[in-house]
Structures are given as structure tokens and as C-alpha cells.
């Protein structure tokens, strides 16, 4: 006996899909079966995962996204919309970062994280929202209206990191930010959860491991270990499901236990 998420007959608008955590989800999301819409300003890699997700029996389409520009945003999930059909799901995952003390902040530092990690998430949430809401205040009785949204915080949002102050405050404004919308849009089957990765070995700091620095850090963790990005697909398809109506405003630590 088994008990599969089947996600067939809905669209996935992911952010930050070029690479690392985004490219996994939208992989995850498309072997559920739903239609996967690829966002990101790097275009020819987002072009090569939709190819890997079609190779793969998936669906996919690519749109050309910058989070940190208003127009950006409107036109991308507009494209997305009709290209593929309303969008059910939306994967908020689109972040950067910098390591530096909070003495050596410049603002064009602060601006660079926050711009993309709290304005930049906000604003595709919400224009993501208006449309979910429209369509659940125009809907006939019993027709299904509800939408998913996960915005992909951090445990630094929870717990505060020496040398990345900002990004640990930028991810604790997501946090605060997906219980401000699941407050305001549950009553319309709009959930909106938060997931909150620890340590994960991606691309952009594969090296980092490898270094007397990295290594202290994981001898730092419980089960000193870093994560995959496979370890956050039960999560994040347990947020997504048709069947998660009662998850709203949820806010799951994915961190092999750091945050304890």
C-alpha cells in the first residue's frame, strides 16, 4: 500500500531555478506531475533543466525573471500564466548572501541581500497572490481554488549566524512574512508555509566543505553532516500537496537537527 503526492493538472512557479536548491525543486515537482514553470535571470541554464525535465517525461517552461525589479515580476508570472495556466503553486526560493561582519556592511551590501531576499520575495508572492485571489473570489462553488505558496527561508532566520547578520535578519523577515499572508490569505485555501533548509551542499559552496573552515563548521553540527538538496523534497512536497489544507502558516525547520 502506498500513498503518492500527486501533483498532475497544476502549475509550479519556481524562482531562483537556475541552480542549486530552485533547479531540485522544480526536478521534484515535475516527477509529482505538475507543470513547472522555470524563473531566473540565467536563462541558458534554465534552459538546459527544462530540457533535462522534458528528457525526463516532465513538463516545463522557462521565463527570464528578476526578482528585484518590479516589471520583471509582473511580466514573468504573467508569461507564466499564459504559457501554462494559472499557477497553483509558487516555490519563493529566489536568495543571495554575503559573509562579512556587520561593521564592514556597506549599504550597497544591505541592499544586495535585501533587495532580493525580503523585497524581491515579497513582490512575487504577492503578485502570485492576487492572482490566486481573483480566482477564488470569481470561482463557482466547489471548484478548487486553493494555492500553495513555500517561501524558502533558512534556519538563520531562526537562529542567528556569526558573519551573515544580514541574511540571518533578511530570512527572519520571510519567516514573519509567510505568517502575515497565510494570516491574510488562508480564508481563501491559499496556504502559505515557510521552509527553513540548514546546512546544504549545493554548487555555490561545494568547495567550502573541503576547507579547514568548512570542516570545523561540520564538526560544529549534531550528525556532522551537510545535507543534499534531495533532503528537502518530502518537505516541500508535503507543503505543495492538494492534501495540506490544514498546513498554514507552518514554519519547518529542514536542518538535521542545528537549530535545536
Given amino acids: 500500500m502506498s500513498y503518492p503526492i500527486d501533483l498532475e493538472g497544476r502549475v509550479a512557479l519556481v524562482t531562483g531555478a537556475s541552480s542549486g536548491l530552485g533547479a531540485q525543486f522544480a526536478r521534484t515537482l515535475a516527477k509529482a506531475g505538475a507543470g513547472v514553470v522555470l524563473a531566473g535571470r540565467r536563462v541558458e541554464r534554465l534552459k538546459t533543466l527544462r530540457a533535462e525535465i522534458e528528457g525526463a517525461g516532465g513538463d516545463a517552461h522557462v521565463v527570464q525573471l528578476d526578482v528585484t525589479d518590479l516589471d520583471s515580476i509582473k511580466s514573468a508570472v504573467a508569461h507564466a500564466e499564459t504559457e501554462m495556466g494559472t499557477i497553483d503553486i509558487l516555490v519563493n526560493n529566489s536568495g543571495v548572501s554575503t559573509t562579512q561582519k556587520l561593521t564592514d556592511v556597506s549599504s550597497d551590501d544591505y541592499d544586495f541581500v535585501m533587495d532580493t531576499n525580503v523585497r524581491g520575495a515579497f513582490f512575487v508572492a504577492q503578485e502570485v497572490g492576487k492572482r490566486m485571489l481573483a480566482r477564488a473570489r470569481g470561482a463557482a462553488p466547489g471548484t478548487f481554488t486553493?494555492?500553495?505558496?513555500?517561501?524558502?527561508?533558512?534556519?538563520?532566520?531562526?537562529?542567528?549566524?556569526?558573519?551573515?547578520?544580514?541574511?540571518?535578519?533578511?530570512?527572519?523577515?520571510?519567516?514573519?512574512?509567510?505568517?502575515?499572508?497565510?494570516?491574510?490569505?488562508?480564508?481563501?485555501?491559499?496556504?502559505?508555509?515557510?521552509?527553513?533548509?540548514?546546512?546544504?551542499?549545493?554548487?555555490?559552496?561545494h568547495h567550502h566543505w573541503d576547507t579547514e573552515q568548512g570542516r570545523k563548521l561540520i564538526e560544529l553540527l549534531p550528525r556532522k553532516r551537510v545535507g543534499q538538496p534531495q533532503d528537502l523534497d518530502t518537505a516541500l512536497l508535503m507543503l505543495c500537496a492538494n492534501e495540506s489544507h490544514f498546513i498554514n502558516g507552518a514554519v519547518l525547520q529542514a536542518d538535521d537537527g542545528f537549530g535545536v
Fill in 146 to 205: 486553493g494555492g500553495r505558496i513555500v517561501n524558502i527561508a533558512s534556519m538563520a532566520g531562526l537562529r542567528v549566524l556569526s558573519q551573515i547578520g544580514v541574511y540571518s535578519m533578511s530570512k527572519a523577515a520571510v519567516i514573519h512574512m509567510t505568517r502575515a499572508m497565510a494570516l491574510e490569505w488562508g480564508k481563501y485555501g491559499i496556504n502559505v508555509n515557510a521552509i527553513c533548509p540548514g546546512y546544504i551542499d549545493t554548487e555555490i559552496n
